[in-house]
């Protein structure tokens, strides 16, 4: 069956880094879109960044750009969220997500965008 699996997440303080992972298995990674999402307490599950199959192509949210980078290993089944300079807007739990569609220019950025979803990583940032 589909399973997305992160890791990663925990506690940090302002300014500091975190990689997230995210491991898939009962699909073809290699030929999937994938995304990143975060939601925070009390607010919306919102879009935080994608890359394409072919690691060609990626996009950001405004909020991250600049400060996080999403890669993919298509050999692992993983794709990965390099997080810097966090702040404590960036708290929240973040889950990656497989988009349904498949692009390789227009990536999904709705959640209605994506089939597959794991069950979250919790990114916690202290001022």
């Known amino acids: 069956q589909v399973q997305l699996v992160e890791s990663g997440g925990g506690s940090v303080q302002a300014g500091g880094s975190l990689r997230l992972s995210c491991a898939a298995s009962?699909?073809?990674?290699?030929?999937?879109?994938m995304g990143w999402f975060r939601q925070a307490p009390g607010k919306e599950r919102e879009f935080v960044a994608a890359i394409n199959r072919m690691s060609s192509y990626s996009h950001y949210a405004d909020s991250v750009k600049g400060r996080f980078t999403i890669s993919r290993d298509n050999a692992k089944n993983t794709v990965y969220l390099q997080m810097n300079n966090l702040t404590p807007g960036d708290t929240a739990v973040y889950y990656c997500?497989?988009?349904?569609?498949?692009?390789?220019?227009?990536?999904?950025?709705?959640?209605?965008?994506?089939?597959?979803w794991g069950q979250g990583t919790q990114v916690t940032v202290s001022s």
């Open positions: 997500a497989r988009d349904r569609l498949g692009g390789t220019m227009a990536l999904g950025t709705l959640t209605k965008d994506y089939d597959y």
């Open positions: 009962g699909f073809t990674f290699s030929s999937s879109t």
